[in-house]
């Protein structure tokens, strides 16, 4: 996984969305995004496009439950009827056909369906009449003590005139700790809670270690890819 559970775990990612086709005969993107620049948020309606193709299951693992099975609707798992994912994201801004936006869940290459504004009036029911089932109600907090290393710092320094996304070493640092921090793992890696995971983050790869279930160590070594980490004992 290269992306926070939620965007709201780590307003710092970061993402551009850009409209390469619409449907028409001269359909202009810019004509299409004209106004959406009003708007602080945006809704995302995209499509989980690396789902393998799988007998549906009704009932899925959750992750954040140690692997307890719900009910496919009652979760936000990728591994539904219809594939297709919808997130609330910050619009920072727009460029011809191309959408700056952060506290973004999407991977790198996922195909957007489409584009709503987010409107609070109509999205945000009044909070007296929210239900929320007693194992969601933590939901949006951190389940694991990060620890970086100081030559991870280091690295993260070095590596930083490498990114593409981020602004800085700063945001490089803290976007990976938001990540670990939601413990990014599957529910069957939970399995044996220590152990070696790594993911991609902007132009850094990332190598961390799980020391329990709830404590990962990340540190790092600069290679040929820009910001390994390595772990360290």
Known sequence: FVAPRQGTYSAGTRAKLQIEQLPGDGADAQHALCDLDGFSHVWLLFAFHLVANQPLRPKVHVPRLGGQRKGVFATRSPHRPNPIGLSLVRLDGILDDTLFLSGVDLVHGTPVLDIKPFI???DSPNVRDVRLPQWIEDAGKATCSVVLTRQAHTD??????????????????????????ADPRPAYRKREPIGRYEFDCDAAHVISTFRSSNHVVAGSGLSLDPFRAENVA
């Open 156 to 181: 993260a320094i070095a590596v930083s005139d490498k990114l593409d996304l981020l602004h800085n070493a700063d945001e490089l640092v803290q976007v990976v700790i938001d990540i670990l921090a």
């Open 120 to 122: 609070p009036a109509y």
